[in-house]
């Protein structure tokens, strides 16, 4: 794929790519409130806490991104569960694989691993929402 085709391909999928982020950084902003939340208003076990405000934030994201960033709340929601969460699975393996890289071998906190992983994430979470999860019918490259 020549540099032309993929600066062709931005053009076509800039308008995702912004809205991708705007619901990334809605729902980055809305998983931090609902941890505080449950850990500091609630006094919910930390583990707990994170694991309910990543279940609720995945469930907004993923109609967010459905409707809003891809235009896709007319198909069968079924349809792209079981697509997003084969995407999930993938994100969160590259989560642990990125996060053990860098603590083990780079030897850095697990926090730096979580920075380099959010950016490999949403990376990849933005071609597979783009072309498996919520695909149109017609893909520009």
């Not at 619901?23 to 609630?42: E, Q």
């Not at 699975?89 to 979580?114: A, R």
Request: overall charge positive; some cysteine; charged content about 10%.
């Amino acid at each position: 794929m020549s540099f032309l085709n993929i600066l062709g391909g931005f053009k076509n999928n800039y308008k995702y790519l912004i809205k991708f982020v705007i619901v990334g950084a809605l729902t980055f902003g809305l998983n931090i409130m609902l941890v505080w939340f449950f850990y500091s208003f609630s006094s919910i076990q930390y583990q707990r806490s994170i694991s309910y405000a990543y279940v609720l934030t995945t469930c907004v994201h993923f109609f967010l991104n459905r409707i809003f960033t891809f235009g896709r709340g007319e198909q069968s929601i079924a349809h792209h569960g079981l697509k997003y969460v084969v995407m999930l699975s993938v994100n969160y393996s590259i989560t642990l694989g990125v996060t053990t890289l860098m603590v083990d071998v780079f030897q850095t906190t697990p926090y730096v691993g979580i920075v380099f992983s959010t950016v490999c994430v949403a990376f990849s979470s933005f071609g597979l929402m783009r072309f498996f999860v919520f695909p149109h019918s017609k893909v520009n490259l």
